[in-house]
């Protein structure tokens, strides 16, 4: 009985492994629908860009209370002399130049390695360094976890950037990369803007929460077990280290040569001005709001968070538009300066918690609407003007909100010290209107969306790189081409025809080709 009962047992593991081999079989089958993996793709990115924005902000309502209780310790600790107490208002000083630089670390950091990332991920491409990227703010994550003192919580938040420049560029970078088609790019680009807005938005009120019942330690320790989960579906999934699909791609324009192009430049100068808002009240509104309309605390946390539903329908409506008209993307991006810029303007004159999440409402929308219509763009113009490798368009990306970021903890608050909060929102509402117009300069871009067979047209200029890298292989095939004698139809360094709409005209005329 025993053994007739063991053979049983073995069998049914059998047809249980057996089974599981199947499911496996499958599942390898189904990976292999490019479709799948794009989406698949999608979603790892999407939860990467997630936390590295919910690390970003989960510190706002976290770190100054707790670097105060530090100060408080060592200020007990020292003791009672009349002399340390009248440092104490000095102390308090130094404290905000610390939150200020601690804040704007990450940036910093971020502004300086994005050069370098761009060009290592256009080497090697965005599996690796993604992988790379997840891997550092793990474990920044866990060091701002145990982290005790003022060092270690700076070493955390400056390690952070440095992974952010890594996982957020390679990441967009991989959307752009495996989504081709200007609307599926637009769409997928505005999926990954929403988890950003969402991981901004929530990070205050979920940071201060826990830390409110679970202490210090309980947010970090959940952003790192989000951070680990997706770097094991990228291990399982993307197989980073055994993909070789990219060893036949061409290298990337080098970053310097994308930051002399006059479109890139406008692009990212609007990046970067759109940002300013948000950027510059993150760090200010909170003592503006508890001393003019007498805030509480639960309102100071929630100010930002009513602003990302707007900015979801910012998202959901350019890409809508953009889908049936692609021509516009420049206006969309202008129009949303516009509204940033009226938005701005409207927050000092705002009297209670009510009012103000009007204007909080339309900052959030018009960045949607110029980071949903622009980021596309960018990628367009690496293939319209250079090679379709995206690393280092996206780091300049990055670049640009870096530099609003790591701007605002430092400038804004000492602009609101010597000029006023209210200067400070009339200029960055002016600032925005006054970019706005620049963004006609990519009218002629924009107008070739619908037909990329005119590329060539951009400018006076010839077409510099390749459309698609997907089909790189068949334009080299091409790239020998040449008709006969007088009636050629050139073929441009990419590999296609310089003048395709007269290319039947052309054979009918000029004979068979050869090489």
Known sequence: MESEGSTGLAQSAAVKLSEMG???????TAMQDPNRQRRIVLVIVCMALLLDNMLYMVIVPIIPEYLAELESEQEHAFAASHSVNASFKSN?????????????????????????????IDRVGYDIPLLIG????????????????????????????????????SGIAMIADKYTEEAERSRALGIALAFISFGSLVAPPFGGILYEFGGKRVPFIVLACICLVDGVLLLTVIKPFSNRSRENMPIGTPIYRLMMDPYIVVVAGALTVCNIPLAFLEPTIANWMTTTMHASEWQVGMAWLPAFFPHVLGVYITVKLAAKYPNLQWFYGALGMVIIGASSCIVPACKNFGQLMLPLCGICFGIALVDTALLPTLAFLVDVRHVSV???????????????????????????????????????GLVNVLYAPALLMLR?????????????????????????????????????GLSSAGNCVPIDENGMDVFREHRSYSEESSGPEFS
């Open 22 to 28: 199947e499911r496996t079989k499958q599942l390898g």
């Open 444 to 480: 002629s871009v924009c107008q070739m969306k619908p037909s990329y067979s005119e590329r060539n047209n951009l400018l006076d200029e010839e077409p510099q790189g390749l459309y698609d890298t997907i089909k790189m292989e068949e334009r080299k095939r091409k790239k020998k």
């Open 92 to 120: 308090k000083d130094n404290l905000d130049v610390q939150i200020g630089i601690l804040f704007a670390s990450k940036a910093i950091l971020q502004l300086l390695v994005n050069p370098f990332t761009g060009t290592f």
């Open 390 to 428: 995206y690393g280092s368009v996206y780091a300049i990306a990055d670049i640009s909100y870096s530099i609003a970021y790591a701007m605002g903890p430092i400038v804004a608050g000492s602009i609101v010290h010597n000029l006023g909060f209210v200067q400070l929102n009339l200029g960055m």
């Open 134 to 169: 997840l891997t550092i703010m793990f474990l920044s994550t866990c060091i701002f976890a145990m982290a005790e003192n003022y060092a270690t919580l700076f070493a955390a938040r400056s390690l952070q950037g440095l992974g952010s420049a890594f996982a957020d560029t």
